[in-house]
T-cell receptor, first 113, second 117 residues
Framework: GQSLEQPSEVTAVEGAIVQINCTYQTSGFYGLSWYQQHDGGAPTFLSYNALDGLEETGRFSSFLSRSDSYGYLLLQELQMKDSASYFCAVRVIMNTGFQKLVFGTGTRLLVSP | GAVVSQHPSRVICKSGTSVKIECRSLDFQATTMFWYRQFPKQSLMLMATSNEGSKATYEQGVEKDKFLINHASLTLSTLTVTSAHPEDSSFYIC?????????????FGPGTRLTVL
């Protein structure tokens, strides 16, 4: 099976930098994705790492260390609209050869003025 | 970007009835679609993976006779909750993979909130 752990909640102020960690245990690991979800909304794709290292996309960056089964999402210049839940998700290869996403426990980010 | 739609967005039904939820990829072909369930303040739990033209693959613990999935075309998958009960009340989200996308990424529909009375 798969298991992914994230902190349940993180708080920060506008303009700050916050890091959300994700540790995982899985077989058939293919890559690590990050999604943002506002209350009542659909998850939206933020970033993806297939290889070790840092991927930067605007204010968001994501890091992966496959040897440590660990990744993080870094959010810079926080804005109020960044208040949402953030999920890491591992891409795993199934026996059929197809991929599927398995989501972490989610981290609720609260940004205050 | 790739768009996935779901219908209906919200449904309330009586216990014992069946409910069908549609998921469509609007501007791309999705050979693989996924169905998730999410309870309040919890994570998304994968229910099943469906490939166009073949039977769905259900995750452990998901009753295939209760949650019927049909993936009849490259742009449409349906989830039918049969004989729904209050414990089936949840947020159901579909997702479709755009194989032509830069990251072979999954895009999510807006979700369907099911309430069973």
């Amino acid at each position: 099976g798969q298991s992914l752990e994230q902190p349940s909640e993180v708080t920060a102020v506008e303009g700050a930098i916050v890091q959300i960690n994700c540790t995982y245990q899985t077989s058939g690991f293919y890559g690590l994705s990050w999604y943002q979800q506002h209350d009542g909304g659909a998850p939206t794709f933020l970033s993806y790492n297939a290889l070790d290292g840092l991927e930067e996309t605007g204010r968001f960056s994501s890091f992966l260390s496959r040897s440590d089964s660990y990744g993080y999402l870094l959010l810079q210049e926080l804005q109020m609209k960044d208040s949402a839940s953030y999920f890491c998700a591992v891409r795993v290869i199934m026996n059929t050869g197809f991929q599927k996403l398995v989501f972490g426990t989610g981290t609720r980010l609260l940004v205050s003025p | 970007g790739a768009v996935v739609s779901q219908h209906p967005s919200r449904v309330i039904c009586k216990s014992g009835t069946s409910v069908k939820i549609e998921c469509r990829s609007l501007d791309f072909q999705a050979t693989t679609m996924f169905w998730y369930r999410q309870f309040p303040k919890q994570s998304l739990m994968l229910m099943a993976t469906s490939n166009e033209g073949s039977k769905a693959t259900y995750e452990q613990g998901v009753e295939k006779d209760k949650f019927l999935i049909n993936h009849a075309s490259l742009t449409l998958s349906t989830l039918t909750v049969t004989s729904a009960h209050p414990e089936d009340s949840s947020f159901y989200i579909c997702s479709a993979r755009d194989r032509a996308g830069a990251y072979n990424e999954q895009f999510f529909g807006p979700g369907t909130r099911l309430t069973v009375l």
